[in-house]
Each structure stands twice: as C-alpha cells, then as structure tokens.
C-alpha cells in the first residue's frame, strides 16, 4: 500500500482475517493517529511516539496505528518499503489484534479481569511489548540504512 488509505484497508483485512480465525469479531475501526484520546470528554491522550508501534483502545475497540511509523514507511523506496511494510506495520497489527482478540475473549466491564498483567491498561505487557519493538526498530534502521 502508498497511501494511509491503503494501509488502514490493509490492516483492517488482516485483523478481521486474524479475528475470524480466533472466532471473535474484528475491530471496530484502525486509525493512523499521533495522539488518541480515549474519549472525547477524557483529559487523557495517549501520545505515540516513537518507539510506541499503535496502540488498543480497548475503550471502542479500535487499533490506532502511529503515524510516525506510517511516515517512516511512506518515506522509503519501493525496496525498503516491502521490508519495513512486513518487519514493522504487520507486526504491529498483528499485535495489537492480539491485544483485541484479548479484550473480547476475557472483557467485563471491570477492566482488571481484561489483562491478568494488573488493572492499569498500559502496564507490564505493554512496556514489554514497547521496550522489544523499540530496541529491534533500532537495529533495523541501521541495517537498511547502511
């Protein structure tokens, strides 16, 4: 895909074909976003920034993709851009489809049964998941730079 259209089209096939498998129901919405608000009338924002890959929002059950990552896509060559497409956009979707596959097998309206890590929504998991991503992003920038 070469367009944020393209790649929100994209993302939205391969979650709804990872939700089907799994038997749940695919995402309500992908955006490709800089900062999220939960909800409209909420003072928090989720801000992603590098090395944050997207995020779920498990509160409309929506995957929100960075847009620095999409930027960081749409600037490379063809070549690079096949590589960087299946090393960093997939995985992300894919992870954060997890994470709603996640959400709609074990969700209550008590958001502490949701994720075993502990109630706080962007806890151990997500660290984890932010520390592993932004170390091999690294990496790999230097390899397709050189």
């Known amino acids: 895909p070469a367009t944020y ?3 929100i089209r994209y993302a939205k096939r391969l979650a709804g074909i990872i939700c089907v498998k799994e038997g749940v129901e695919p995402p309500t919405d992908i955006l490709i976003r800089s900062t999220v608000k939960p909800r409209k009338d909420s003072n928090y924002i989720w801000h992603l920034s590098i090395p944050t890959g997207g995020i779920y929002d498990f509160f409309n059950e929506r995957i929100v993709i960075a847009k620095w990552l999409v930027d960081e896509y749409l600037r490379r060559s063809e070549e690079q851009r096949y590589r960087f497409f299946c090393d960093y956009l997939v995985d992300v979707i894919a992870h954060e489809t997890k994470h709603h596959i996640q ?3 074990t969700a209550s309206f008590d958001e502490e049964e949701a ?3 502990g109630k706080k929504y962007a806890s151990e998991c ?3 998941c932010i520390e592993r991503r932004g170390s091999q ?3 790999n920038i230097r390899q397709i730079s050189s």
């Open 5 to 7: 259209r393209g790649i």
């Open 103 to 105: 959400w709609k097998k």
């Open 115 to 117: 994720y075993p890590f």
């Open 126 to 128: 997500f660290h984890r």
């Open 137 to 139: 992003y690294e990496h």
